[in-house]
């Protein structure tokens, strides 16, 4: 396990190739249900989840190398939030994703069009995390 977490403000491109997906309920359901076989790749850590209503702002977290197209991220704890805002950003901090505000927590956010090879890294926040924020749970698949 590991965690590399520094604030990110970056620049908001214009082009934003990966294409993000909040699962519905169904989705959800299955990932969970499915989430019992060990999966290709997972990563489970902690992220300081900062409250942040303002956008492609908040702590970077979940830093990979992409080895396939697609990747799964979901927050699976966080004391005092119910909700959780993430996007996608490249290893110069650009966002090559939309801004996905408040995601249920424990509700995967699936993103395709991944390039292989490429570095990646999440940015997460909240808007409903006490003031103070809290240490929350996150795996990535």
Not at 17 to 30: A, I, K, L, N, S
Not at 49 to 56: A, I, M, Q
Not at 103 to 116: A, K, Y
Request: charged content about 15%; some cysteine; hydrophobic content about 35%.
């Amino acid at each position: 396990m590991f965690s590399l977490c520094i604030p990110a403000f970056a620049a908001d491109p214009t082009d934003k190739y990966v294409v993000g997906h909040v699962f519905t309920q169904e989705e959800v359901d299955r990932f969970w249900n499915d989430h019992t076989a060990q999966p290709y790749v997972s990563i489970e850590s902690t992220v300081k989840l900062n409250r942040n209503t303002t956008g492609f702002q908040g702590t970077g977290c979940g830093y990979f190398t992409a080895d396939a197209q697609t990747v799964t991220f979901v927050i699976t704890n966080a004391p005092g939030a119910s909700t959780y805002n993430v996007g996608l950003f490249d290893s110069h901090g650009n966002a090559v994703s939309d801004w996905f505000e408040e995601v249920p927590i424990n509700n995967p956010v699936g993103f395709r069009n991944l390039i292989v090879g490429e570095e990646y890294h999440f940015v997460v926040s909240s808007n409903d995390v006490p003031e103070r924020g809290c240490t929350a749970n996150y795996e990535v698949y």
